[in-house]
């Protein structure tokens, strides 16, 4: 996959709104000299889920010395991955025939005045996302923070399945024997029996455990 770069001209659009993107997009924010950076990150933070962010601060006090700072990282991303799709997100016309060259030399890059532009946004849809496993979204603490476990999804962030296993083991407690299957309900607690949803317990070492035995 092509990546594609944000390149934003934060002292011309500070109001910044990540959450629409996928993560095939990477984001540079050039944060001008009196712009206070760990304030940026904090806030862009809230709206940001699955993009990778850098933080470009420039120093000293320029006319246009943004703009040359954003031209030249064009200049560096061109000369090292010339396939890489760009955009500059600012509402200064002035780079526009600096982006008429690359068209021309056959660098694709464009300016956009609101990340609404761009067509690829993404649909934040709880459960498994089968196309892109990775980007599979927990729907307890709604993050992007899953790893395949027994053909599920497992959410590092809250230690439950984001989307249930395909198989689940046979367990044993208390000399009961049960098998956590799928009902209309959802499974099969391993320790009371009760029949729970995948919301109601949490999936460990092979059994599922609702939450009043587990004591929560």
């Known amino acids: 996959m092509t990546k594609k770069i944000i390149l934003v001209d934060y002292e011309n659009r500070s109001n910044l709104d990540l959450s629409n ?123 992007a923070q899953t790893v395949e476990h027994n053909g599920g999804r497992w959410c590092t962030n809250c230690g439950r399945f984001a989307s249930p296993p395909s198989t689940l083991e046979k367990s044993r407690h208390k000399g009961k024997s049960t098998h956590n299957m799928r009902n209309r309900m959802g499974f099969v607690c391993s320790h009371c029996s009760d029949s729970i949803g995948t919301g109601d317990g949490i999936y460990d070492d092979g059994e599922w455990i609702c939450w009043s035995c587990l004591g929560v």
């Open 21 to 143: 993107l996928d993560s095939s997009y990477a984001v540079i924010i050039f944060v001008g000299h009196f712009q206070e950076e760990p304030r940026i990150k904090k806030k862009i933070a809230k709206t940001n889920r699955l993009v990778v962010v850098h933080y470009l601060k420039v120093n000293g006090v320029g006319k246009n010395g943004l703009d040359f700072h954003i031209a030249f990282k064009l200049g560096q991303i061109y000369e090292s991955a010339p396939k890489t799709e760009c955009y500059i997100l600012s509402a200064d016309k002035g780079f526009d025939p600096l982006l008429s060259h690359f068209e021309n030399i056959g660098f694709s890059c464009k300016r956009i005045e609101d990340v609404a532009e761009l067509t690829t946004k993404v649909s934040i849809k709880y459960g498994l996302n089968e196309a892109q496993p990775e980007l599979t979204v927990c729907a307890r603490c709604k993050l």
